[in-house]
């Protein structure tokens, strides 16, 4: 089990609703998601953040998954210290 703190200073938990997607994307948001949780990449949380995801086409067509954190990224301060490898 991984966790990490990550300083947002004052601000409140980032709480984003899902993009509107086609019903179609929403099939392929869905399998993916299935496959992450059957391989155990993903589990389910209950914290306080919640971000959009989105598929981003990939230079030969097909879909990438991804998560949008823009907003927490402009909230969060940054370490003086790289994380160590």
Same mark, same amino acid.
């Given at each position: 089990?991984?966790?990490?703190?990550?300083?947002?200073?004052?601000?409140? !938990? /980032?709480? #984003?609703? +899902?993009?509107?997607?086609?019903?179609? *994307?929403?099939?392929?948001?869905?399998? &993916?998601? $299935?496959?992450?949780?059957?391989?155990?990449?993903?589990?389910?949380?209950?914290?306080?953040?919640?971000? !959009? /995801?989105? #598929?981003? +086409?990939?230079?030969?067509?097909?879909? *990438?998954?991804?998560?949008?954190?823009? &907003?927490? $990224?402009?909230?969060?301060?940054?370490?003086?210290?790289?994380?160590?490898?």
């Amino acid at each position: 089990l991984t966790q990490h703190h990550i300083d947002t200073g004052m601000t409140k !938990p /980032i709480k #984003l609703r +899902p993009y509107r997607v086609s019903p179609q *994307r929403q099939q392929i948001i869905s399998q &993916q998601i $299935n496959q992450m949780l059957a391989d155990g990449i993903i589990e389910f949380a209950s914290g306080p953040y919640a971000a !959009p /995801i989105t #598929l981003q +086409p990939k230079k030969d067509g097909s879909l *990438r998954f991804c998560v949008d954190f823009r &907003q927490l $990224n402009s909230v969060t301060v940054r370490d003086v210290y790289p994380i160590p490898r």
